[in-house]
C-alpha cells in the first residue's frame, strides 16, 4: 500500500509540471496593468486633456493596449503561434481578397449601426460619451483596416474568414457563403456592440471618479475603503474596454468562436444593463437596504475586518481580468487562461464576486422576521445559481478547444476544489467532460471555403472561428 501511494504521488508530480501553458503571460498582463496604471496616474496628475473625459480614456486604453501588443508580439512571439491561422513563411498577396474583406467589415458595422438605431436603449444621453468614441475611432480605424487585411490575408492559411463571407453574402453570392462562419462572425460582433458601450460608459465614470479623489481625507479606513473599492472595478472595466477593442489575428487576440446556446447568452445577459433593472430590480432584489457598513459602523475592529476581506475578494475578481491581458470578452473564446487566480480554479471571477455579493449585502442581518431574512438569502443564491448556470455554459462551450479540456480536468485532479467531486451534494458542480467528438470543422483543419483563389503550394487551410 505504502509503495502504490508513492507511485500516485509521483504521478501527481508529474502531472503538476506538466501545467497547460496560458495565451497569456502573467508578465505581459502585468505590464499591461503596469501602463493603465501609469496612464491613469498621469491623467490624476497632469489633466493633458482638461475634462475630455472620452480622450482620457482613449489615453489609457492605447498606452495599456500598446505595451501588451508589444510584449506579445517581441517578447512572447505570439504571431507565430499556430492559433493566429498565420503562416510567415508564405506569401500569397491579394488586393480584391483584401478590398472584399474590407467590404465585409463596412457592412459589419453597418448592422451593428442599424442596431443601435433601431433599440431605444441606445437613443439617451446615457451612451454620449460611447458613440463619441466611435466618431473619433472610425475614421483611423477604416483607414487602417485596408492595409491591414491586405497584410494579414497573404498570411493566412485559409483566407476565407468572416469578413471575407459577408461580403460574398452582402453581393448575393450566396453558394460562395458558409453559414456557421457568418454566424459566427455575427455573434461575435454582437457581443462586442453590446458589452463595449456598458464597459467604456463605466471606464468613463471611472476616470471621472479617479480624478475627483481626494487623498487629504484618507484619515480613516472607509475613506481608503471607497478609493481602493472604486478603483479595482475601475482597473476591471478599463482592462476589458481594452480588450473589446483589441481583437486583433496578429496579436493572437482575435474571436475564435461565440457562446454557441440561448440559454448560455441568457444567463450572461440578465447580469447586465438593460436586463438587470428589470430582472433583478423585479424578481431578485436581495438587498435589505442593511449593508455591512451600517451593520458594523458601531465595531471598528470588526469593521476594519469585514470590509479588508470585501477588498481582497474584489482584488482576486480583478485580477482574474487583469490576467487576460488584451483578451478577455464575455460570452467568446479568445485564447484560453491558465494562469494567474486560474491556475488554482477555473472560475475565480465568478467564486470572488458572488462571495463579495454575500459580504456586501449580509442579508441575513435584517431588522425582520426570519421569513424576510430567509426570503432575501434565497433571492442571492438564486443570483449564485445563475453564475452557475454562466460557469457551466462557458466550459461546455469552451470544451470544443482540447487545450481547455486538458486545462479543465487539469484542475479536476489538482485545483483547489478537487475533492468537490467526491461530495454527492456539490458533484454537479465539477467538470463534465464532453462524450461526443464536436466537429473538427469547429476548430481546425477543415476544407476550403467555396471558390477558393488557386494557392499554390499552400497546405490544409486552418480555419479558427
Known amino acids: 500500500m505504502f509503495r502504490r501511494r508513492f507511485q500516485n504521488s509521483q504521478i501527481m508530480h508529474r502531472e503538476k509540471r506538466q501545467f497547460i501553458r496560458s495565451a497569456t503571460h502573467g508578465g505581459v498582463a502585468a505590464l499591461g496593468a503596469g501602463a493603465f496604471l501609469s496612464a491613469t496616474a498621469c491623467l490624476a496628475l497632469f489633466h493633458p486633456f482638461g475634462g475630455d473625459t472620452v480622450k482620457s480614456a482613449l489615453l489609457v486604453m492605447a498606452s495599456t493596449a ?21 503562416d510567415f513563411g508564405q506569401d500569397f498577396p491579394s488586393w480584391p481578397r483584401a478590398l472584399q474583406k474590407f467590404f465585409g467589415l463596412v457592412v459589419t458595422l453597418g448592422l451593428m449601426g442599424f442596431l443601435y438605431w433601431l433599440f431605444p436603449e441606445y437613443r439617451g444621453n446615457f451612451y454620449d460619451r460611447y458613440f463619441r468614441l466611435l466618431r473619433l475611432l472610425l475614421p483611423f480605424w477604416l483607414v487602417a483596416a485596408v492595409p491591414y487585411f491586405f497584410l494579414i490575408d497573404r498570411k493566412m492559411l485559409d483566407p476565407y474568414d468572416g469578413y471575407w463571407h459577408m461580403a460574398k453574402l452582402a453581393f448575393f453570392q450566396w453558394k460562395s457563403v458558409d453559414g456557421r462562419i457568418v454566424r459566427q462572425h455575427l455573434l461575435g460582433w454582437l457581443v462586442k456592440a453590446y458589452f463595449l458601450p456598458l464597459m467604456f460608459v463605466a471606464m468613463c465614470a471611472g476616470i471621472d471618479n479617479v480624478t475627483s479623489w481626494k487623498f487629504s481625507r484618507l484619515g480613516d ?38 457562446e454557441p446556446s ?13 436586463f438587470w433593472s428589470l430582472f433583478g430590480g423585479v424578481y431578485l432584489n436581495y438587498g435589505t437596504g442593511y449593508r455591512w457598513d451600517l451593520w458594523l459602523w458601531g465595531s471598528p475592529f470588526l469593521y476594519t475586518v469585514w470590509g479588508s476581506v470585501i477588498l481582497m475578494l474584489t482584488g482576486l475578481y480583478v485580477w482574474a481580468s487583469v490576467i487576460f491581458g488584451a483578451r478577455f470578452s464575455n460570452l467568446s473564446h479568445r485564447g484560453i487562461i491558465t494562469n494567474g487566480p486560474y491556475r488554482w480554479t477555473k472560475h475565480p471571477a465568478y467564486l470572488a464576486k458572488n462571495l463579495s455579493w454575500w459580504m456586501i449585502s449580509v442579508p441575513f442581518v435584517t431588522q425582520g422576521t426570519v ?17 452557475v448556470m ?73 480555419r479558427l472561428r
Open 221 to 258: 479606513f472607509k475613506a481608503l475603503f471607497d478609493i481602493i473599492f472604486s478603483g479595482l472595478y475601475f482597473i476591471d472595466v478599463g482592462l476589458v474596454s481594452m480588450g473589446y477593442l483589441l481583437s486583433l489575428r496578429i496579436t493572437d487576440t482575435h474571436f475564435r468562436s461565440a
Open 66 to 86: 500598446g505595451a501588451i501588443s508589444l510584449a506579445d508580439i517581441v517578447w512572447q512571439k505570439v504571431h507565430r503561434r499556430p492559433s493566429t491561422g498565420l
Open 371 to 387: 421569513s424576510v431574512i430567509l426570503n432575501h438569502c434565497l433571492l442571492l443564491v438564486a443570483l449564485n445559481f445563475i453564475y
Open 390 to 462: 454562466r460557469a457551466k455554459t462557458e466550459e461546455r462551450h469552451l470544451s470544443r478547444d482540447p487545450v481547455y479540456v486538458q486545462y479543465a480536468l487539469w484542475i479536476d485532479r489538482h485545483g483547489m476544489f478537487r475533492f468537490i467531486r467526491r461530495l454527492p451534494l456539490l458533484r454537479p458542480l465539477a467538470y463534465r467532460q464532453p462524450t461526443a467528438q464536436w466537429p473538427s470543422s469547429e476548430w481546425s483543419s477543415s476544407p476550403p471555403s467555396p471558390e477558393p483563389e488557386p494557392r499554390p503550394g499552400a497546405s490544409e487551410p486552418l
Open 262 to 274: 440561448a440559454i448560455g447568452w441568457l444567463v450572461a445577459l440578465v447580469c447586465y444593463q438593460p
